[in-house]
């Protein structure tokens, strides 16, 4: 039997068609004989999304990141403070919130730096106590706001280094904000300001992206794209291959804050299903890695599907609807046999 990855009609993943996002990267593994997926994604495949298309324009001699309380400055920080903290690595995974079947935009890397609040501590600034908000500019214009709890109870994490080295320009250099629980857009790079306050915030980049979302027919929700979902890809068909009479499946599943425990495989549509591997499952805010052997019993069309079960019990069941952003599913591949 000759087995071949194929794109179904609507919802199932196939080739990558990200290049119409901005920003947004090609998944392509051309390691088709992978045992299993690597744990840490290189810098360099990382995927990379930015707002604008690409990085603001930063001097790292004169950049500083500014902190205010409402209107009144606290103080400031730059790479000469942050070079002279220990640094601390933290395993951490981030997907962006469009991640889709059709724009696999998930990986995990190990990072350098510290809680924000130890940064905060070490350049003498007391951040005020019941503030509602905390809104970060970045050197690209971009900007989002946080509930200010999230300082303490995600807790933030201010990264200067990625897998060992600085952190590099595509990533956030000089620094970014890593916030447990909360999709890629609530993690943001090349900070250069930090306000405190109890005003509601509108990103002033919001308008241009929803008219960007309904011209590609995506339906966007802004409420759920806070906090992590279960979400669970099937890595590009190239990672699919024969070994021996069967076919070896690899995907990755996350759900943020809330560790995978559980993915399962059904090879007919989803009438039957079946444990998929663990392959890397570390725990809260690191993604699941997973491993499945499947042996075709009959030539013809066959529709994969993926659903994943939570540490807190949420599921993640197949969902068909991949404009749905962010997307909640397990996704689904079609394959033919020959």
Known sequence: MALGALAAAAGCGGADTSADLVGGRRDDDDQPDLEALPPISSNDDFYVLWF?????????????????????????FDLALLSSLPAEDREHTLQC?????????????????????NVLRAAGIDPPEERAWIVFTCADTYGVALPAGDLDGAPL????????????????FPARVLTPGRYGWLNPKQITAIRFTDSAYEPPWMASL???YAAQGIRFDPVGSMEYQPQVLVV????????????RVLGKAYAGDDPIISVEVSTDGGRTWAEA????????????????????????THVLVT??????????TPDLDPMRSPWPGGMAIEVEVS
């Open 52 to 76: 604008l298309g690409s990085p603001g324009d930063v001097d790292a001699s004169t950049w500083s990141c500014t902190v205010h309380d409402e209107e009144d400055a606290l103080g400031s």
């Open 97 to 117: 919130v469009e991640s889709r079947p059709d724009f696999l935009a998930m990986d995990n890397a190990i990072w350098q730096g510290t809680s924000l609040r």
């Open 157 to 172: 994490f201010l990264a200067w280094g990625m897998n060992g080295e600085a952190l590099p320009l595509d990533h956030g």
């Open 210 to 212: 929803m008219t960007q």
């Open 236 to 247: 590009q068909p190239s990672a699919m291959d024969v070994v021996g009479d069967r076919v």
């Open 277 to 300: 591997e663990l392959t890397y499952a570390p725990g809260r805010d690191v993604w699941a890695l997973w491993r499945f052997h499947w042996t075709p019993e009959r030539l013809g």
């Open 307 to 316: 659903r994943a079960t939570t540490a807190s019990g949420r599921s993640c």
